[in-house]
């Protein structure tokens, strides 16, 4: 017997979650579980490339490298979420990044080793700004991680053959960016495993920030003149102007799932997979 679209995504969001234990945390007094289960998610990734001394004045350290490309480039990404089922109630994000090498210095061109890293479905990252549109996900994300979350209207449309993603202000009015690709472009790669790591500072300490994602339908579309970028006002729209330079291609799916792990604390202060890292088993280890 063959099961439907609809019948495949559910079982396949069932094997997901089996298995994984949760706790419960406090976020604005009240009790969620974590690891936190985003059950019914899509995201939209645009890629860039930006000169590589306007992209460092955005890093915390030099620990964090950037993905280096020819010609002083690297690469930075602008990153959208729409949550539709979450354990903490849905909502939606944008992130401004950075791409991070994931092995340290060396003398290989990094891309090879970010090529090798995206084959294992892994990608590392520095956040520099992360807008949401809920209380209670701006509350977990500086209490737990330490992001550089704020408040805004983000919403997403389908309109005249396009797929956008705006920030709006509290008037409902066009505060900061938007972005918007071609409605069903790009090669389908069929359903994809993807693990998000990113590195956030809390209270001196690096963390480094989990989130294993499962999709059911991912796409990459390498033709970069169908991503249109505007940006307004603000300190994100300022940061974006400068790193979100010179598009390379954009990345979607349409329907996936996600566990995002409780922080660890890095053992030391390093990023990438050949940092020593410890799982905060005690959450007063990260908010000590």
Known sequence: MTLSAGSQSQAATQDFFTGVTQEQVLISGRAFPAPVFYRDLS??????????????????????????LPFRKCLTALICFEYRATDVEPYNEVALCVPLAGFGEHLLPDWLF???????????????????????????????????????????????KKHSCELRDADDNFLTLRISRERGRGIALGPQAMTFCTYPVRRGKTLRATFNLQFDDMHVDALPRHIRLETGAGEMAEAAGLLLTTPLMSV??????????LPAVSQPSAIGPTAGWEASSRLEEIHE
């Open 43 to 68: 995201f939209d990734a645009y890629v860039y490339e930006c000169d590589t001394a306007t992209v460092q004045k955005f890093l915390p350290s030099p620990s964090y490298l950037p993905i280096r």
């Open 114 to 160: 970010s090529f090798l890293d995206l084959s294992l479905g892994t990608l590392h990252a520095h956040i520099i700004h992360l807008p949401v549109n809920t209380d209670l996900a701006l509350r977990g994300g500086l209490d737990f991680f330490g992001y550089p979350k704020f408040l805004a209207g983000i919403h997403f449309e389908d309109k005249q």
């Open 252 to 261: 979607y799916a349409r329907k996936g799932r996600g566990i995002l792990q």
